[in-house]
């Protein structure tokens, strides 16, 4: 019973401290749809041009909002000794990081389901492809997620450069995104296989993405 009071207690202080830092979350929405502006004024109004590449502009554009929240996903709670006293507490650090992996998820990742239909609807996406992109996002997004808890830890052990954070995510992301777009795209004999994949990917992050992070967390840790 005490360790599901210290996850819920755990839980609902991502929570807290996100809508606190409402700008946070806020940045990353307005980041993706300054996005979609932006190449909308740069290749113009060409809706066949879009229907083309309307989808690799929103997986690109979630790519890169990912990126936004790497810094934020430990750094604060390492900085200010968080981590430490939950490291002390006995929860292990392999939960704590599957905790903040599924609060990253629900409170950066899920807003996009509401913005992706509309951003679908600027570069004339057609439905069948809406269904299919919001599909393969619920799929591909908690991978994204996965990075980022791999990256956030692997960024404690380099706090001079956290650019290489970002270079892990987009380097290890590409399939991910070839795999999504190409579902999209493709007949459904083909989009199956190619689906299971996917799930397979997610699968594969889903059971390394703790241990990695917890043992860089606590590398961090002991060198602090």
């Known amino acids: 019973m005490l360790i ?25 929405i307005v980041f993706f749809i300054l996005g979609i502006l932006i190449f909308v004024f740069a290749i113009g109004l060409d809706k066949e041009i879009y229907s083309q590449i309307g989808v690799g502009i929103i997986w690109t554009l979630i790519l890169l909002s990912t990126n936004l929240s790497i810094k934020k996903l430990y750094q604060d709670d390492f900085n200010d000794g968080n981590l430490i006293l939950f490291y002390l507490s006995g929860i292990s650090l392999e939960l704590i990081v599957i905790i903040k992996i599924i609060a990253a998820w629900l409170f950066f990742q899920l807003p996009f389901l509401i913005i992706i239909p509309i951003a679908c609807l600027i570069l004339n996406v057609t439905t069948d492809k809406i269904l299919l992109l919001i599909l393969t996002f619920i799929i591909s997004s908690p991978v994204l997620t996965a990075l980022s808890s791999i990256s956030g830890s692997m960024n404690l ?11 892990i995510i987009i380097l290890f992301s590409i399939p991910v995104i070839i795999f999504s777009v190409s579902i999209i795209h493709s007949t459904t004999e083909l989009a199956k296989p190619q689906l299971n994949i996917l799930l397979g990917i997610l699968m594969l992050f889903l059971a390394i993405t703790p241990w990695i992070s917890a043992t860089c967390i606590k590398i961090a840790i002991r060198n602090k």
């Open 4 to 28: 599901f009071r210290s996850i819920l207690s755990i839980f609902l202080r991502e929570y807290l401290l996100t809508f606190r830092n409402f700008y946070n979350l806020l940045t990353v």
């Open 157 to 167: 052990l380099n706090n001079k450069n956290f650019a290489i954070g970002s270079v």
